[in-house]
């Protein structure tokens, strides 16, 4: 999602606990916001929650409201970058927003609720609605996303903080 990434950070890495329990904080993000940097791996953005359950192996967790909202603008983000390159390349309507929806999700709020538009992918029901639970928390995209832990330094962006 951005179009220029800040040189890699010359420091040591932060050791990354591959056992992160549930109830334990950690930060999140996914392959769709990797990518190299001087032989390793960087991440675009990452976000502060606490695992809640595996799935898969991937992680399911829980955040707060401003950290829900970052992941929301960064995949409307994602689809305006898409859109654009599309466009820069010559890709014309109706084809140009087949090709955005199918590729990223659209992602908005509707109240306290998030709402997945899941008709591209002939879902049974056409939106996925994603509302905080008794706490305010939410679970954005578990069991639909493969979130991973990742270490906080390797994150150009972090949203949210994990106390320590």
């Known amino acids: 999602m951005t179009l220029d990434r800040p040189p890699a950070d010359a420091g040591a890495r932060l050791d990354l606990d591959p056992e992160l329990q549930p109830?334990?904080?950690?930060?999140?993000?996914?392959?769709?916001?990797?990518?190299?940097?001087?032989?390793?791996?960087?991440?675009?953005?990452?976000?502060?929650?606490?695992?809640?359950?595996?799935?898969?192996?991937?992680?399911v967790w829980e955040c707060t409201r401003e950290v829900a909202e970052a992941i929301v603008t960064?995949?409307?983000?994602?689809?305006?970058?898409?859109?654009?390159?599309?466009?820069?390349?010559?890709v014309e309507e109706p084809k140009?927003?087949?090709?955005?929806?199918?590729?990223?999700?659209?992602?908005?709020?509707?109240?306290d609720?998030?709402?997945v538009d899941r008709r591209p992918y002939g879902e049974d029901e056409p939106e996925l609605r994603i509302a905080p639970d008794e706490r305010g928390m939410y679970v954005v995209m578990g069991g639909n996303w493969t979130w991973e832990e990742v270490p906080v330094d390797a994150a150009d962006t972090v949203h949210g903080f994990v106390a320590l």
């Open 113 to 115: 609720v998030i709402v």
């Open 74 to 90: 960064d995949q409307e983000a994602e689809r305006r970058h898409l859109r654009a390159t599309l466009r820069a390349q010559g």
């Open 23 to 59: 109830g334990e904080s950690g930060y999140f993000s996914g392959e769709w916001l990797e990518y190299d940097s001087d032989g390793g791996s960087r991440f675009e953005s990452a976000y502060a929650g606490t695992l809640i359950r595996r799935w898969n192996g991937w992680a």
């Open 96 to 111: 140009l927003s087949t090709m955005v929806d199918d590729s990223v999700s659209e992602m908005r709020w509707d109240g």
